[in-house]
């Protein structure tokens, strides 16, 4: 099971930090990728990052805003998003599968946790 948490309200320009942290094992080498949706909207892809954080992948709407990173001993995965925009407000979800960009590539879902961007 993946648990989201450190979403929250926060103004245009500030930070936030984003955790999955997996709740039991998980064996293999995994890949693990942030996603978001916002109200009407599909879901879309954020970040990925495979197992040995040699390989990132970005959303061209979050590249030099946001940053992916994980810390396998933990089982535990970040998003570390600063520069944030009224349209970066969605629910995000972490996914747990091979490192790609869409959302057929995960196995597992969290439940997501809300991010709120004022202007």
């Known amino acids: 099971q993946l648990v989201e948490s450190g979403g929250g309200l926060v103004q245009a320009g500030g930070s936030l930090r984003l955790s999955c942290a997996a709740s039991?094992?998980?064996?293999?080498?995994?890949?693990i990728g942030w996603f978001r949706q916002a109200p009407g909207k599909e879901r879309e892809f954020v970040a990925a990052i495979n197992w040995s954080s040699s390989s990132l992948l970005y959303a061209d709407s979050v590249k030099g805003r946001f940053t992916i990173s994980r810390d396998n001993a933990k089982n535990t995965a970040f998003l570390q998003m600063s520069r944030l925009r009224p349209e970066d407000t969605a629910v995000y979800y972490c996914?747990?599968?091979?490192?790609?960009?869409?959302?057929?590539?995960?196995?597992?879902w969290g439940q997501g946790t809300q991010v709120t961007v004022s202007s």
């Open positions: 996914a747990v599968g091979r490192t790609r960009a869409t959302p057929s590539a995960y196995d597992y």
């Open positions: 039991t094992h998980i064996s293999g080498t995994y890949g």
